[in-house]
């Protein structure tokens, strides 16, 4: 996918997670992490994972781009994430959601973890995806990772799955919007940034 340019860099970007101390959720081997550090100045990462041996990737994966000293992995879970309070500037996920056991306790805890005005962007695949484009995506799919991507496929949500399940959330305000490929849930938190300025929800520009 990074190697093809579709990675959620940009749309992450986008949505304003793009400056100082941002968590990601479900890093994996860490591309789309890597690839926003590439991206943005000044910023720092720190990659929450369940796996260790993704993690060992990862870390692999860091050192061949350069920037060990501003991506840090650790082992946790999701459901409750080791850290404080009001702890990040941003947070974003990709391609993880789908696999999370409880995903309202995940929306809560990320809501937890950033700090009042942090912006947020989680996507994912959408199972209601247009059966061209899956099998245009599978085609672009080594043979070992074809069964992983149906599963998935499988395991998404759908737009209106989702706009169902936040209300039930701290990120209940989130803006969720479908592409061709996938879904986004995106906003800031409410509160103030840290110049004091007021931010509120979706289509504010950040």
Known sequence: MRDRGLMHTRETIGAGVDSSLVLEVGPGPGYLGLEWLKATDGTRLHGLEISPAMIAVAQRNAQEYGITKRAE??????????????TFDGAFSNGSPHEWAEPERVFDEIARGLKPGGA???????????PVIAWFMKLMTSRELKAGFASSLKAAYTVVKLQEMLPKTALADATVSADAFGLSMTRRKPGCASGGEAVGGAGEDA
């Open 120 to 130: 947020y962007c989680l996507g994912d695949l959408r199972c209601d995806i247009n």
């Open 73 to 86: 992995f650790m082992e946790g879970n999701a459901l409750a994430m080791p850290f404080e309070d009001a």
